[in-house]
């Protein structure tokens, strides 16, 4: 067994001990070290689609870091554990973003996010072994169309604020001209 690792041993198909890192000598046909468990931290990236509260549609990357805090129930409680961690964070950050605009997701409203996806976890995944360290919003992706049209209503605002710059600068050289 390897640093950082629990082995997990059955005799005759039973679970016998839990295993530390090591040398074991067994005897194989009736002990076999069956699974090993890391205990270093993990991460699991999950990448959703959800839609805000003005209605617009955005693709966002959630990193979880977690821990296995109780070996034999992360080994033998679950078959895929990977897929309740998931399907918990899908079910919290699309309880969640619905309430938010797009502007308020992409501005202060990330820790609101990371707080409840975490809060939302934790005590599901206490009962299987697992303990969340911590989540982070890696990206926030609006649809093309979207970015699109908000790059083009900067453009707009921008065209605007240049026009007026050049009407007064084109007044004060009339002024000039005149005097």
């Not at 169309?145 to 084109?170: P, T």
Request: aromatic share 8%; net charge neutral.
């Amino acid at each position: 067994v390897r640093t950082q690792e629990i082995g997990i041993t059955e005799e005759c198909g039973r679970f016998d001990q839990m295993l530390g890192p090591g040398f074991y000598c067994l005897f194989w046909p009736i002990h076999s070290i069956v699974g090993r468990t890391p205990l270093r931290i993990q991460q699991l990236e999950v990448t959703l689609e959800t839609k805000t509260s003005d209605h617009v549609f955005c693709q966002i990357t959630l990193a979880l870091l977690y821990r296995i805090v109780k070996p034999y129930d992360a080994f033998y409680r679950l078959s895929d554990p990977m897929q309740l961690i998931q399907t918990c964070i899908l079910n919290v950050v699309r309880s969640t973003i619905p309430t938010m605009t797009l502007d308020t997701v992409f501005m202060d409203q990330q820790q609101t996010l990371v707080q409840a996806v975490f809060a939302g976890l934790q005590p599901v995944l206490r009962d299987y072994g697992y303990e969340p360290v911590t989540c982070l919003v890696t990206q926030i992706q609006p649809n093309e169309i979207v970015k699109a049209s908000m790059n083009e209503i900067m453009a707009s605002r921008r065209l605007k604020q240049a026009a007026a710059h050049k009407g007064e600068a084109n007044k004060v050289q009339v002024i000039k001209q005149a005097e």
